[in-house]
């Protein structure tokens, strides 16, 4: 059994992005990524937080606009239309979720689709459902990248995908069909979903359901990604995976924390940097 790690491919990955940068520096272009956060929900300020870090430690300059919860839709978008037209900005990000009066979907299409480093407008989410890819949604590209990052075929692969939402269910499926895997989607109504996790080869769980995925859920040698970010019994981080018993079961399984959490961050710096280059 091999534990897929994440936060090393992650750290590799951004040291490959610092020397692009510094590149780009050379020729006095400078990459900015601008992050807005609306309220105070303390999930998305801890991955606000961690997402300017890494910004900062390739050479990205990272711009934050805290918003106060009240912030109306329309405020949010003259502030995403000013950002567009900002040459120091490459990439607007807006954390999700966003308060409740406030349509989410309106807010992210409102960004240039050149600056949607999140992927998740419609003009991206439909280039990827047409395989003409533009800005990939992060957790996805980067699920695929740690799965040939050590060298698992996906072509001819039976994958479950257990979740279908648009930021991680739906998009990493359309990724996998891609890479040529027969790809089956389950979800909330899906009936006796052990029968479907039995025939995969590789698992990716993205519920948010602490220890959904027990072991006798899975077939022997399978593969699993785990995207879940949940808190136990005990109050501690856990994935939507039952770590300890399924670990032995399979060839590779991604940790929580330290798994797929890292490798999303280094994909948006990925897609920052990609929206610079494609500029310049
Ligand atoms: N909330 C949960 N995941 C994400 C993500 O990948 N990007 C943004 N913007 N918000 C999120």
């Known amino acids: 059994m091999n534990i897929i790690n994440g936060k090393e491919i992650a750290a590799e990955l951004r040291m490959q992005l610092k020397e692009k940068v510094e590149k780009l520096k050379e020729k006095n272009i400078h990459i900015g990524l601008a992050v807005i956060i609306v309220g105070d929900n303390p999930a998305s300020r801890i991955y606000v937080n961690n997402k300017k870090k890494a910004c900062a430690e390739v050479g990205i300059e990272s711009f934050e606009y805290a918003l106060p919860a009240e912030t109306t839709q ?9 950002l567009n037209n900002d040459k120091k900005v490459n990439g607007i990000l807006v954390q999700l979720p966003v308060p409740k009066h406030i349509d989410d979907k309106a807010v992210i299409n409102a960004i240039s689709v050149k600056k949607d480093v999140d992927g998740f407008s ?46 991680v269910g739906k998009p990493v499926s359309l990724l996998m069909l891609d890479e040529n895997a027969t790809v089956t989607i389950c979800h909330s109504k899906t009936p006796n979903l052990k029968y479907h996790t039995l025939q995969a080869d590789i698992i990716i769980s993205a519920v948010g359901h602490a220890k959904l995925v027990t072991a006798d859920m899975v077939k022997k040698g399978a593969v699993i990604v785990d995207v879940g970010m949940n808190k ?38 990925n897609n920052t940097v990609k929206t610079c280059e494609q500029e310049n």
Not at 135 to 146: K, Q, S
Not at 243 to 263: D, H, L, Q, R, W
Request: glycine content about 12%.
């Open 122 to 167: 419609h003009n991206n989410m439909g280039k990827l459902a047409t395989g003409d890819y533009g800005l990939l949604p992060c957790t996805p590209a980067g699920i695929i990248y740690m799965l040939k990052h050590e060298g698992i075929q996906i072509a001819g692969k039976h994958c479950v995908v257990i979740g279908r939402s648009n930021i």
């Open 74 to 82: 329309e405020e949010l978008i003259n502030l995403i239309e000013k």
């Open 232 to 269: 136990d019994e005990n109050g501690k981080l856990c994935g939507d995976v039952d770590f300890e018993n399924v670990a032995p079961k399979c060839s590779y399984i991604t940790p929580v924390p330290g798994g797929v959490g890292p490798m999303t961050i280094a994909m948006l710096l």
